[in-house]
């Protein structure tokens, strides 16, 4: 009886040996998607790892040379200007004029106060300028430009921020974050190195726009 237990294990042994020789020398073989299946795995895609670096801030700076302050404006009716934006170095430069540009946003509603100066010999000067509009709001930090925020007349939610989302992608700004709803669009774009929030909410028949760095 003896014998016959420590044949048994002898036996016993031998074969756990081979069973574990076998995953060992066949573990770098098995094909886990024959066996597993891959769509009820949950694996973090590379978008939502911790980036390695904090996204860097954009800034803004304006091009009005083509924007006529001097027109005949009226201070209770409301005028139509243009914006088109390139970026370039981490800084979007936002060209306003108050002609259709090839490939500018929607219109924009402002209104364009006029302030003058005069000199010692009683002739008046219009010294107006960007900052003295009414439906341009600025965030600056004193001396770098932050964001603005602009108004869309009669424009459909949708329509405006399609037209912002495709001035983005042309300089390879894609979606990395996005929140909706009946009267808002709020969205982080990137370009793997700056990032930029936009919010677009409707006022009434309008849309504001609202840039900003994070």
């Not at 016993?12 to 076998?22: F, I, Q, S």
């Not at 995953?23 to 098995?30: P, Q």
């Not at 209770?76 to 540009?101: I, P, S």
Request: aromatic content about 12%; overall charge negative.
């Amino acid at each position: 009886m003896r014998r016959f237990l420590i044949l048994l294990l002898a036996v016993t042994t031998a074969v756990m040996g081979l069973a574990l020789a076998d995953n060992y020398l066949f573990e770098g073989l098995i094909d886990f998607e024959e066996v597993i299946d891959i769509e009820q795995v949950q694996v973090t895609p590379p978008d939502r790892l911790e980036p390695a670096l904090d996204p860097l801030m954009v800034f803004f700076t304006f091009d009005d040379s083509g924007f006529d302050y001097t027109a005949d404006y009226t201070d209770d009716e409301t005028d139509a200007a243009y914006l088109k934006l390139a970026f370039k170095d981490g800084t979007f430069e936002v060209t306003f004029n108050d002609h259709m540009l090839e490939g500018a946003l929607p219109t924009i509603a402002i209104k364009v106060p006029k302030r003058v100066e005069t000199d010692d010999y009683g002739n008046e000067t219009i010294v107006t300028d960007l900052r003295d509009l009414v439906g341009i709001e600025w965030y600056d930090s004193g001396s770098e430009v932050l964001g603005f925020k602009v108004t869309h007349e009669d424009m459909r939610l949708r329509d405006v921020s399609a037209a912002y989302f495709a001035a983005f992608e042309m300089y390879g700004f894609e979606l990395v974050e996005e929140t909706t709803g009946n009267n808002l669009i709020a969205c982080v774009f990137g370009d793997g190195v700056y990032q930029l929030r936009t919010v677009f909410t409707r006022h009434g028949e309008d849309i504001v726009a609202y840039l900003h760095t994070t």
